[in-house]
């Protein structure tokens, strides 16, 4: 009877989040069309000087960017950016309320623990955001071992005499991805008529955490700007991108014993807990259910994260 409760529960709360969805998109539409409405009034009615169509220009409508108009995305939409997941904002974070609610009612008709049901969503609410984290170092650190390759094969092609636009195209089209297809975004930005200086920009903020990113659009567009012999920079730039990949290799196996004590350490509590939950679980409701039992339990996961995050920052170099 609890878990056709709890089915019955989790469907109603299902269609409202789908009715309440419908309606705020419904809205968004609208308000874009008043939105583009204005603007196009606006702009048969003012002179067409790039300044001042820059100036008269409306601010972008923020409806995407927010989940029924309380949360903002912006983060999650960087992120799965970021990621290269072809997803948008909304329908990533709905989903994880959706995955966090199913986790909720199944522990809560399995267990009929409620604080259990509440830390069961908040982790299943949690595994599509780690998911996403990882693709996105694991694709950050593929970008940056295929840097040097790039700009060798750039030093090659400006060294018979191409220039740069030429020799970014064809690094686009030879070099695989992440890196590859970054670059051919850039040139076809170009193409479509945006500043060289204002393309690396681009691919800039899209890798705004690495430092090796920084460094190439910088040598570029001081480059363009000043002038200079580009060919020696990107060449030492690559060396230098080499050496600090190698770097952070010396550095993750000498720090490999410790990142493994973390990892264990801090998945050791909850297989213990997981067993004790099958065999006897008595042990741990007595956690759950008993006010003293209830302190211990977040002070331990307290000291958990904090133990975790501490081991995590003692093997962590700076390279």
């Known amino acids: 009877m609890g878990i056709f409760l709890a089915s019955i529960v989790f469907l109603l709360v299902l269609a409202l989040i789908g009715g309440l969805q419908w309606v705020f998109n419904a809205i968004g539409r609208r308000e874009k069309r008043q939105h ?3 603007f196009l009034k606006s702009q048969a009615a003012l002179p067409t000087t790039p300044a001042q169509s820059k100036a008269a220009a409306p601010s972008r409508p923020s409806d995407s960017r927010l989940l029924w108009g309380m949360v903002d995305l912006v983060r999650l939409e960087t992120l ?5 997941v072809p997803i948008s904002a909304q329908r990533m974070a709905i989903l994880a309320l959706l995955l966090g609610l199913a986790g909720f009612f199944a522990i809560l008709a399995m267990a009929h623990n409620f604080i259990g049901a509440l830390l069961a969503m908040g982790a299943v609410i949690g595994l599509p955001l780690a998911v996403l984290l990882y693709r996105r170092r694991r694709r950050d650190e593929a970008l940056v071992r295929q840097m040097p390759d790039a700009l ?8 018979v005499g191409q220039s740069v636009d030429n020799a970014l195209r064809e690094a686009g089209r030879s070099i695989p991805a992440p890196l590859g297809t970054e670059i051919q975004t850039i040139y076809e930005e170009m193409s479509l008529g945006i500043p060289f200086t204002a393309a690396l920009q681009n691919f800039e903020a899209r890798f705004a955490r690495l430092a090796d990113v920084k460094l190439m659009t910088t040598a570029f567009i001081i480059q363009r700007e000043t002038g200079g012999n580009l060919t020696r920079v990107l060449s030492n730039l690559s060396d230098l991108i080499r050496d600090r990949d190698t770097l952070k290799r010396q550095v993750r196996a000498m720090t490999a014993e410790g990142r493994s004590s973390a990892v264990i350490l801090g998945v050791l509590p909850l297989a213990v807990g997981a067993f004790f939950w099958m065999i006897r679980p008595v042990y741990v409701q007595t956690l759950f259910n008993h006010p003293i039992g209830r302190k ?9 994260t904090a133990g975790f995050v501490v081991m995590k920052l003692m093997t962590r170099i700076d390279t």
Do not use: G, Q, T, Y
């Open 36 to 38: 583009l409405r204005v």
């Open 80 to 84: 799965l950016m970021a990621a290269d």
């Open 152 to 159: 060798d094969m750039i030093v090659r092609a400006l060294r």
């Open 296 to 304: 211990m339990l977040l002070v331990a996961i307290l000291l958990e």
